[in-house]
């Protein structure tokens, strides 16, 4: 009760109250999945063992998956209660993160990278309608005019949960022996995923974007034959490329490629140039987190004045400090200061991207565009996080993270001028 009567102070519709709370429990507690199991996965790969191009593996495979699946899972979900399906994908997708937890005492150290990377296979299967259905969700479930405020609000509670779970782990790894102390991080994400799940059972389309019921469906329009191939392109909605939205499409394909080239290469230079340990990789995503959160605090009064177009493309030209800097670091107080300056600017970024394609989205048609970016987004992961490493094996970590920079700054710059 107390927490709604805060809410109640800022003049929100008590209608909206409910998904926006539970919007902002959903993100909390992914926060703690986030700092603690998705944080330190890939750092426990390379302590294990894990090469450069495992890792890329570990951070692409979910995306070859949902590169394939991604069209089907739009038209799928254009037939399901949107609230109904995005619940039931994120049950099954966070069951594999409880998963990784016996793999210690099931498999030596390189079995044990493959055996992460064969989950991330399975656990995309049901991640593709669960990353193109939330923010149909989302869209349905919170006003255009309120989607800022709400970003914004769901961008701190994620720094906060991230900063105190990220720093938690950090502390048990580093006190803890190996690899007991990650096996007890990753239950503490699972639990952080279970959680979240728990909450987008509650979220539900608003009334006005409620979809149609299901139970007795719209006759569907005459084909003549389901083998044809006017159906089969019908079905891969090759138009949505045609819309303006296709644009949009083409800038974030390079966007994206640029920012998940960059992963890999992280994760390879903190661990193998810089030898930070467990607790610094904590206290530095624990920094950059921070300022996620400070910055988060402005996100709302910046989209307003500028949009979230501009926004957008300042913010992923920005990202090109986090890549530039990190190359230059020697020592773990350059690593700090650099987290510091990145948390700042992707603070904008994830508060205004996904809004700003929402913005471009026809509110009739947002599973088949959600679903047309979603391949977009996973062609990129896929591509980028095998090509980062490659290019580090050849040029040199370094090198490759100040070519990810310059990346990163034309693509802010593409969208800025095409977007």
């Not at 519709?13 to 926060?31: R, T």
Request: proline share 6%; charged share 10%.
């Amino acid at each position: 009760m107390k927490l709604r009567r805060v809410f109640n102070s800022l003049n929100i519709p008590s209608a909206y109250l409910p998904n926006f709370i539970h919007l902002y429990f959903d993100i909390g507690w992914f926060g703690i999945l986030s700092g603690s199991s998705i944080s330190f996965l890939s750092v426990y790969a390379a302590r294990l063992g894990a090469s450069g191009l495992q890792l890329g593996l570990l951070s692409s495979m979910s995306a070859a998956v949902s590169l394939l699946l991604a069209i089907p899972a739009g038209r799928w979900l254009e037939k399901q209660n949107i609230a109904r399906a995005v619940f039931g994908a994120s049950v099954w997708y966070r069951l594999g993160y409880l998963l990784w937890v016996p793999l210690p005492w099931l498999f030596d150290q390189q079995a044990q990278v493959w055996a992460l990377i064969a989950i991330a296979f399975l656990m995309a299967i049901p991640l593709t309608p669960l990353s193109v259905g939330f923010n149909a969700l989302f869209a349905a479930a919170v006003p255009n005019e309120w989607r800022a405020h709400v970003a914004g609000i769901r961008n701190i509670v994620y720094a906060i949960a991230f900063i105190l779970s990220s720093l938690g782990s950090g502390y048990l790894l580093e006190r803890l022996p190996f690899p007991i102390g990650y096996q007890v991080v990753f239950g503490i994400g699972f639990f952080g995923a279970a959680m979240s799940s728990l909450h987008l059972y509650f979220i539900k389309p608003l009334p006005a974007d409620s979809p149609p019921l299901h139970d007795h469906p719209a006759p569907a329009p005459v084909i003549e034959s389901e083998s044809t191939p006017r159906h089969w392109l019908a079905a891969l909605r090759l138009d949505v490329w045609r819309s303006p939205f296709g644009r949009i499409l083409l800038v974030f394909l390079g966007f994206h490629t640029a920012q998940y080239m960059a992963l890999p290469l992280f994760t390879l230079y903190v661990v193998r140039i810089l030898h930070l340990s467990d607790d610094q990789i904590g206290l530095g995503t624990a920094l950059f987190y921070l300022t996620v959160l400070i910055g988060s605090t402005q996100l709302d009064r910046i989209v307003r004045r500028f949009g979230h177009h501009k926004v957008t493309g300042v913010s992923v030209a920005g990202l090109a400090a986090y890549a530039f800097f990190l190359a230059l670091s020697k020592t773990p107080l350059h690593y700090y200061l650099t987290s510091l300056i990145g948390g700042l600017n992707f603070a904008l970024l994830l508060g205004a991207y996904a809004n700003y394609l929402l913005e471009e989205i026809p509110e009739h048609d947002r599973p088949a565009h959600l679903a047309w970016y979603n391949v977009v987004l996973n062609a990129s992961i896929l591509a980028g996080s095998l090509t980062g490493p490659l290019i580090g094996n050849v040029t040199g970590i370094a090198e490759a993270l100040l070519l990810v920079a310059l990346l990163r700054f034309l693509s802010g710059l593409a969208i800025l001028k095409w977007g």
